[in-house]
């Protein structure tokens, strides 16, 4: 899921058919799977590769700064897990309403422990939170920011 939405519905496919293509009637290993999927993608996935299946990390993201200045919301989020996952930022506003916008695990890929997003709010902001939808956070209480 999270390479799919890392890639979109179109290139996930194409490089997933590739594979298939590929490897049809063989025994493929993890390592086939994932230069396969690397060539019929056209990207150099081995970042991903890496975060999602060569290491220790879990999930556990955390809004370590966010500040509003004119209409622009900038939030500084820590990957205090490690794992490259997608994820969305929910603007609440004084007045009851929200902007939810979504990120794919692409947000990790030049710096896997920290990203920066920035946003546009005409509204007065109550807080900003981060909800990793399926991909469930190690400390969820720290993914919420209000704005003062």
Do not use: C
Request: without cysteine; aromatic residues 14%.
């Amino acid at each position: 899921m999270a390479l799919k939405d890392y890639l979109g519905d179109t290139l996930f496919k194409k490089a997933l058919h590739h594979y298939i293509n590929d490897w049809n009637g063989k025994h493929p290993t993890p390592w086939d799977y994932f230069y396969s999927m690397n060539t019929g993608s056209g990207k150099n996935l081995n970042w991903f590769w890496n975060n999602w299946f060569f290491s220790n990390h879990y999930i556990d993201l955390k809004i370590t700064t966010a500040k509003k200045s004119g209409k622009k919301v900038t939030v500084i989020i820590e990957n205090e897990g490690g794992f490259a996952i997608p994820f969305d930022v929910i603007i609440l506003n004084e007045d009851g309403t929200n902007t939810r916008t979504h990120f794919s695990p692409a947000a990790w890929e030049k710096n896997q422990r920290q990203t920066k997003v920035n946003l546009d709010s005409v509204k007065k902001i109550k807080s900003i939170t981060l909800d990793g939808g399926i991909f469930m956070d190690y400390s969820p209480e720290d993914n919420t920011k209000s704005i003062n």
